[in-house]
């Protein structure tokens, strides 16, 4: 709720920094490259990148709205932010920069996500809402696989 991140020194049990997420707001999912020192994080209508040497905001895109998960693919440097409203933001990284490459209509509600680093693949759980109007019909639970081209 304060638009930022908390590192913490888990061996001290303390918190050590805070990270600021602005021009994002609420971070919610999260994807570390260790290799470049690079932190993705899903925070509102943005996906920022931040440099886990310094805690600053290298650079950032808009995405979707309602994001829940954040995942980064090394092996083809692209970084996926999911939200409720049925679509994955996708963004290629370049050194400190990222651009969308594309926008990925899913389903409403997918914003559970997990990418498999090997295939390269994304999963979304999915349902379709329920007659009543209310929640989702637990019939209708399914998982969305989306490959790259």
């Known amino acids: 709720d304060k638009d930022q991140i908390d590192v913490i020194d888990v061996a001290a049990k303390k918190v050590v920094a805070t990270w600021s997420v602005a021009p994002g707001s609420g971070p919610t999912g999260m994807a570390l490259d260790a290799a470049s020192h690079r932190l993705f994080v899903g925070a509102g209508k943005a996906m920022v990148m931040i440099d886990t040497t310094t805690g600053k905001v290298v ?4 995405i979707c709205a309602g994001t829940d998960a954040t995942f980064y693919d090394a092996g083809n440097k692209l970084a996926f932010s999911s939200c409720r409203d049925g679509h994955v933001t996708i963004a290629k990284v370049d ?23 090997t295939t390269h693949k994304l999963y979304l759980a999915a ?18 696989v989306y490959g790259l081209r």
């Open 95 to 117: 050194g400190d920069k990222m651009t969308v490459v594309q926008t990925l209509e899913t389903s409403p509600g997918s914003r559970t996500m997990a990418l498999d680093s």
């Open 127 to 144: 349902a379709r809402p329920a007659s009543s109007g209310r929640g989702n019909d637990p019939e209708s639970f399914h998982i969305l």
């Open 59 to 62: 650079t950032s895109v808009p």
